[in-house]
Structures are given as C-alpha cells and as structure tokens.
C-alpha cells in the first residue's frame, strides 16, 4: 500500500438513523444526505478507499433491547436485509464487497485492500465497528496517512470509530462536521471541543481540500442530485 493513502470512513448513515421513517432517527439527519453523497462520490472518483460500517442487526444481539439506554442499548433497529438497514443517498457505481463479523484470512483482507476502487461495507451487531474483527487488521493492511469521517451519531458511532482509529492506527484524522449529525446525549459543542482536544482535525467539506493537498474544484463541482 501507498505510505500517501487517504481513507474514507462512513458511519452508519442507514435508512433508520438518516431519513424521519426510520425507526432511530438522528435529529436532523436528513439535511446532511446531500453531503454524504458528495463525500463518497469525492473517494470513489479520486480511487480513495471507502469504508463504510452499518448495523446489521437481528433480535438477539445484545445492542438490541426493550429498555433501551441508547448508550450501550438500543430499540429495534437496521434489522439484516430491511429497509431500514440500506445505506442512503449515492452510492456510486464501484462494486461494493461487504464483510460480515466472522474472521476474514488475511489473504482475503489483503486482496480487498489492494483494490483501486474500493468501496466496502463492514458489517456489525454492535455500536462499535471493532467488534467486526476484520476491522483491525483491514486497517493495518490499508495503513492510510488520512481517514475522513463523516455519519452518524456523533455522539455515540461516530465517537467510538474515532477513537477506536486512534488507538488503530497513527492515521491524521478528520472530521468532516457539515457531515455528522447527534443524539444530543452529550452536546455537539462538547463532542467537538473533547475531539479538537485529542486531535482530531475538524473541517467543513469546503475545507477537505486544505488538508488532503488536492483541487478544491473537483469537490465544488461535483454533480450529485
């Protein structure tokens, strides 16, 4: 792998969470669809790595409960194979392999991160990603100098892939704040402020370029409806 490579995390931007239907709305979640597309279509059209983690759930995983404290637990959601699971927004035309929790060989894994395009979906019954064991040693295979991260919740998801990347990986990280949208469990004030201080970069997507080195007019023109 390239010592230059930067990766695209997507977290979690399913039907549930990202449309007002779903059955976990993220407040305002909708509004950042547009944002989301533009992000993808920006890594797929520059052959940047996309690597997506969406819930994948069914009625015995832990995370899924009737008392719910939406921290650790949560109401039925993203059920496998639902509508509610789909990722929305453009998801472009790159074929798009999916990993499941169970162990990948590394010869799998290594095969995958070799790809140019790559667009990949890791699949888990868990707030956090890590708990697919794949994702670790993916990670290791890609061994990206950036990761940009955009989704949902920022307060719960979006904070446990951070910081599950930092102790991953010696990656730049970057957050991309015109693209995340939270629960409001801990306010978004906050969740910025503890992420500046652990240094995580935080930039609008009219401001990616100013990080990545790269022509701020491929991501003002892109054309996605």
């Known amino acids: 792998m390239s010592d230059k490579t930067t990766l695209y995390w997507d977290v979690d931007t399913q039907y549930d969470f990202m449309e007002p239907q779903g059955r976990l709305y993220v407040p305002d979640a909708r509004h950042i669809i547009h944002n989301i597309s533009r992000l993808r279509a920006l890594a797929l059209g520059r052959k940047h790595p996309l690597i997506a983690s969406t819930d994948w759930h069914n009625k015995t995983n832990a995370e899924i409960s009737q008392q719910p404290d939406c921290r650790q637990t949560c109401p039925e959601h993203c059920v496998a194979g639902s509508e509610g699971a789909e990722r929305v927004g453009f998801w472009g035309s790159v074929s ?61 998801c979006v904070k446990h892939t951070l910081e599950g990347l930092q102790e991953a990986t010696d990656a730049h990280l970057i957050l991309v704040e015109d693209a995340v949208r939270g629960l409001g469990q801990i306010s978004r004030d906050v969740v910025i402020k503890n992420m500046r201080e652990n240094d995580v970069s935080i930039r609008r997507l009219n401001e990616l370029d100013k990080v990545i080195a790269q022509s701020h007019s491929e991501i003002v023109n892109l054309n996605i409806q």
Request: proline share 7%; glycine share 2%; no cysteine.
């Open 96 to 156: 798009i392999d999916y990993i499941d929790s169970e162990v990948r060989s590394h010869e799998e894994l290594q095969a995958l991160a070799a790809k140019r395009p790559l667009h990949l979906v890791l699949r888990k019954q868990a707030i956090d990603v890590f708990t697919n064991p794949n994702t670790r040693p993916l990670l290791e295979l890609l061994h990206p100098d950036k990761i940009v991260v955009f989704g949902v919740a920022l307060d719960i």
